[in-house]
């Protein structure tokens, strides 16, 4: 059997490899009856001697090829050069498999795997078997998103207990991050318990929420909202989840991610122009996107110097930490021009 995995959800894909490992491995021997190569450079020639070895002592082997379609491409011929393989594939034994995988770059906008030759001669053959793990959407209509009914089905075959408000405040926290979702969901299993995961655990332990309150208070910031961002501000400070000096550090480092983010929209560039500039994917990318569509770079430049501003403040001894970032909340909402008109 040969088995093509590939698309840019590199999670699924390596879940979906690991689960044909475990169907594979009844005796306990499959490990040593593996064999893992890189498509780069690899031969047919060399394919084939490793798919048509014989298992040694065990019930199967296994190959796995990484980044063969990938590095093949859409070269004319590639079929031709590779039919030896092709030819081998409905003779080879039972008890072998054949595994590509293939993951694309997140910044490789033209997909060499599906326009690759060599995968559409591959699934006119009987024992193959192509699966497409694209990146599941964090939006639905009339229902819970792709990337919630994951989790949701993930924790039932798990037999985790969660309620549906934590399940939606992992996602909008995680986004389509499946990996990061995935080790959330057993870190707050073992924190719960038998009891059921309530949306105030994920709240208390996930990473991102704090994150997630940074982008709040930068939102009242660009939006003109002081008090809005001085009640942010507070319950902060009185939870004790961030010290002032660490909120100031952080804030600044989402104004100059903002300043990215502005600029590149400003030239007319996308999401993904964006992606490779900050490095924010998922639920960042997200709030960075729209922060940067509600607001101007002038604006984000001027509350950036603001920051500086009252950094040099706290240093130099003339004002507290906690009072300095007060002033300079109510100074950056200051700043936020208003009515404008968010980019599309």
């Given at each position: 059997?040969?088995?093509?995995?590939?698309?840019?959800?590199?999670?699924?894909?390596?879940?979906?490899?690991?689960?044909i490992?475990?169907?594979?491995?009844?005796?306990?021997?499959?490990?040593?009856?593996?064999?893992?190569?890189?498509?780069?450079?690899?031969?047919?020639?060399?394919?084939?001697?490793?798919?048509?070895?014989?298992?040694?002592?065990?019930?199967?082997?296994?190959?796995?090829?990484?980044?063969?379609?990938?590095?093949?491409?859409?070269?004319?011929?590639?079929?031709?050069?590779?039919?030896?393989?092709?030819?081998?594939?409905?003779?080879?034994?039972?008890?072998?498999?054949?595994?590509?995988?293939?993951?694309?770059?997140?910044?490789?906008?033209?997909?060499?795997?599906?326009?690759?030759?060599?995968?559409?001669?591959?699934?006119?053959?009987?024992?193959?078997?192509?699966?497409?793990?694209?990146?599941?959407?964090?939006?639905?209509?009339?229902?819970?998103?792709?990337?919630?009914?994951?989790?949701?089905?993930?924790?039932?075959?798990?037999?985790?207990?969660?309620?549906?408000?934590?399940?939606?405040?992992?996602?909008?926290?995680?986004?389509?991050?499946?990996?990061?979702?995935?080790?959330?969901?057993?870190?707050?299993?073992?924190?719960?318990g038998?009891?059921?995961?309530?949306?105030?655990?994920?709240?208390?332990?996930?990473?991102?929420?704090?994150?997630?309150?940074?982008?709040e208070?930068?939102?009242?910031?660009?939006?003109?909202?002081?008090?809005?961002?001085?009640?942010?501000?507070?319950?902060?400070?009185?939870?004790?989840?961030?010290?002032?000096?660490?909120?100031?550090i952080?804030?600044?480092?989402?104004?100059?991610?903002?300043?990215?983010?502005?600029?590149?929209?400003?030239?007319?560039?996308?999401?993904?122009?964006?992606?490779?500039?900050?490095?924010?994917?998922?639920?960042?990318?997200?709030?960075?996107?729209?922060?940067?569509?509600?607001?101007?770079?002038?604006?984000?430049?001027?509350?950036?110097?603001?920051?500086?501003?009252?950094d040099?403040?706290?240093k130099?001894?003339?004002?507290?930490?906690?009072?300095?970032?007060e002033?300079?909340?109510?100074?950056?909402a200051?700043?936020?021009?208003?009515?404008?008109?968010?980019?599309?």
């Amino acid at each position: 059997m040969l088995h093509v995995l590939y698309g840019p959800d590199e999670f699924r894909a390596s879940e979906a490899l690991r689960e044909i490992r475990a169907s594979l491995n009844g005796d306990g021997s499959l490990a040593s009856n593996t064999s893992t190569l890189t498509g780069r450079g690899l031969t047919p020639q060399e394919l084939l001697q490793h798919a048509s070895a014989m298992p040694f002592l065990a019930e199967a082997r296994l190959v796995v090829v990484e980044g063969l379609l990938t590095a093949l491409g859409a070269r004319r011929g590639v079929e031709t050069a590779w039919q030896p393989f092709l030819d081998f594939l409905p003779q080879m034994p039972e008890t072998n498999h054949v595994v590509m995988i293939e993951v694309p770059k997140r910044d490789d906008r033209d997909d060499p795997v599906t326009k690759s030759p060599l995968l559409a001669a591959l699934k006119a053959l009987p024992n193959v078997k192509v699966q497409r793990f694209d990146e599941l959407k964090m939006w639905a209509r009339g229902g819970p998103s792709e990337v919630a009914q994951w989790l949701q089905d993930r924790a039932v075959k798990a037999g985790v207990s969660i309620e549906p408000a934590a399940i939606e405040a992992l996602a909008n926290l995680m986004g389509a991050n499946l990996r990061g979702l995935a080790t959330e969901l057993e870190k707050l299993q073992t924190y719960a318990g038998p009891r059921t995961i309530t949306a105030a655990d994920v709240r208390l332990l996930t990473p991102h929420s704090r994150e997630e309150s940074i982008f709040e208070l930068v939102d009242a910031i660009v939006e003109g909202h002081a008090s809005n961002g001085l009640r942010l501000l507070r319950r902060m400070l009185d939870d004790k989840s961030e010290t002032p000096g660490h909120v100031q550090i952080l804030v600044a480092r989402q104004l100059r991610q903002l300043i990215r983010a502005t600029e590149i929209l400003e030239r007319g560039g996308s999401p993904d122009d964006v992606t490779a500039a900050t490095k924010a994917r998922g639920f960042p990318l997200t709030k960075l996107m729209r922060q940067a569509r509600a607001t101007q770079r002038p604006t984000v430049e001027a509350a950036l110097r603001a920051m500086e501003e009252s950094d040099y403040a706290v240093k130099t001894g003339r004002l507290e930490e906690e009072l300095a970032l007060e002033l300079v909340i109510v100074r950056l909402a200051s700043l936020a021009p208003r009515n404008a008109r968010p980019r599309r």
